[in-house]
C-alpha cells in the first residue's frame, strides 16, 4: 500500500525478509538515494535482523551484528563502499554520540543504519528515511518507510 511519501510493507515471517530489504533499498533509491536510515522499533521488534538482511542485500560479507556496546560498527558493501551501523540504545548523553564522531559519518554520503535514533534527534540530518517495525499480534511485521526532508 503506497501513503504519501511513504510505503507499507507486510513481512508475515523470517523467510519473507529478504524481499522486505529489497523493496526497502529499492523505495529509498527511488527517492533520492537517501543514506541516512532511522530504524524504530520496541525491543525485540528485529531492527537488527533486518539491518542484517539489507547488508547483506547491499553486498556486504562481513559479519553484521549489533553493535550495542561499540555504538558503531563498519561493514564494506559492494564497491568497497562503507555501509555504517549505529546502536544508540546505551548511550546516556547525545555527547557520548559526538564524541564518537556521529555527525561526521551521518555527513559522509555513505549509508547510515541508525538504531534507538530517539536517543540523539537534536544531532540527526534533517533528511531521511523512517523505517517503522510493528509487532503484529499474529508475530508478523508491518515496516512502514516514511521519507523526511
Not at 524481499?19 to 520496541?42: C, D, M, N, P, V
Amino acid at each position: 500500500m503506497l501513503l504519501e511519501k511513504g510505503l507499507e510493507i507486510s513481512c508475515p515471517s523470517q523467510r519473507d525478509l529478504p524481499e522486505t530489504a529489497a523493496a526497502i533499498i529499492a523505495f529509498a533509491r527511488g527517492q533520492g538515494g537517501q543514506k541516512i536510515w532511522l530504524f524504530e522499533g520496541s525491543m525485540g521488534a528485529g531492527k537488527t535482523t533486518l539491518i542484517k538482511e539489507i547488508c547483506l542485500r547491499l553486498g556486504v560479507e562481513d559479519t553484521v551484528q549489533s553493535p550495542t556496546f561499540s555504538i558503531v560498527n563498519e561493514y564494506r558493501a559492494e564497491g568497497d563502499e562503507p555501509v555504517y551501523h549505529f546502536d544508540f540504545y546505551r548511550i546516556k548523553e547525545v555527547a557520548e554520540a559526538l564524541q564518537i564522531g556521529a555527525e561526521e559519518y551521518f555527513y559522509s554520503g555513505h549509508y547510515c543504519l541508525i538504531e534507538w535514533p530517539s536517543k540523539i534527534e537534536e544531532i540527526l540530518p534533517e533528511q531521511y528515511l523512517q523505517v517503522q517495525i510493528e509487532v503484529n499480534e499474529d508475530n508478523s511485521r508491518t515496516i512502514l518507510l516514511s521519507t523526511h526532508e
